[in-house]
């Protein structure tokens, strides 16, 4: 099984706790900053989940696994495309 884990260079790590960084503006919901640090703690943690697991049981409804290189972009169901433009969205402003 090949896993499809592409490192993110981080500014700051994600949050679980759901508050925002210092830097932010907690009152304005559309601060592009924190839109960015959700969307990477979100991918970061599907990495996570990802590198820590084999797959998803019980997706197809017959309690096989789906192993996470046919879920991932390139795979044969490929669930999951929004990662593949959630990294690039991140690169794009260098996160």
Known sequence: ?????IPVPR???PRRDGEIHQDQEASDPMNGE???DALEGLVFELDVL???SDGVVGLHLNGDEAP???LLPGGRYEH???LTRAR???WEFGR
């Open 34 to 36: 924190i839109i960015l």
């Open 80 to 82: 999951l495309g929004a």
């Open 1 to 5: 099984m090949s896993l499809h884990v």
């Open 50 to 52: 990802v590198a820590e």
């Open 68 to 70: 996470w290189d046919e």
């Open 11 to 13: 500014r700051h790590p």
């Open 88 to 90: 690039s969205v991140l």
